[in-house]
């Protein structure tokens, strides 16, 4: 199975930008599709984006369209979200998680979860 951990989060102002990794070890991430989630305080985990194994196609959840973007390098087994003009109500838990079969935007699609990584943005 596949390990991913998430790194890049942080603390930033409001018009801001971040960039979150996700590192896979155990298996070659080129063989899964991987999405980003996010998760707030009281609230349910929400789709940000998603990325087939060859990242020629992609998914966006509506609130990110236009200010993130997603990308791989899978010579370096990793996923990327560019996160650019980040509001307050960005903040949250970043989770990415990988899937062997399909591209899902919905988190019970997923086998594999990182253990997340804290963005703050402070308005």
């Known amino acids: 199975q596949v390990h991913l951990v998430e790194s890049g989060g942080g603390l930033v102002q409001a018009g801001g930008s971040l960039r979150l990794s996700c590192a896979a070890s155990?298996?070659?991430?080129?063989?899964?599709?991987v999405g980003w989630f996010r998760q707030a305080p009281g609230k349910g985990r929400e789709f940000l984006a998603a990325?087939?194994?060859?990242?020629?196609?992609?998914y966006y959840g509506d609130s990110v369209k236009g200010r993130f973007t997603i990308s791989r390098d899978n010579a370096k087994n990793t996923v990327y979200l560019q996160m650019n003009s980040l509001k307050p109500e960005d903040t949250a838990v970043y989770y990415c998680?990988?899937?062997?079969?399909?591209?899902?935007?919905?988190?019970?699609?997923?086998?594999?979860w990182g253990q997340g990584t804290q963005v703050t943005v402070s308005s």
């Open positions: 990325t087939s194994m060859s990242g020629g196609i992609t």
């Open positions: 155990g298996r070659t991430l080129s063989a899964y599709a």
């Open positions: 998680a990988a899937e062997r079969l399909r591209l899902p935007t919905t988190p019970n699609d997923y086998d594999y």
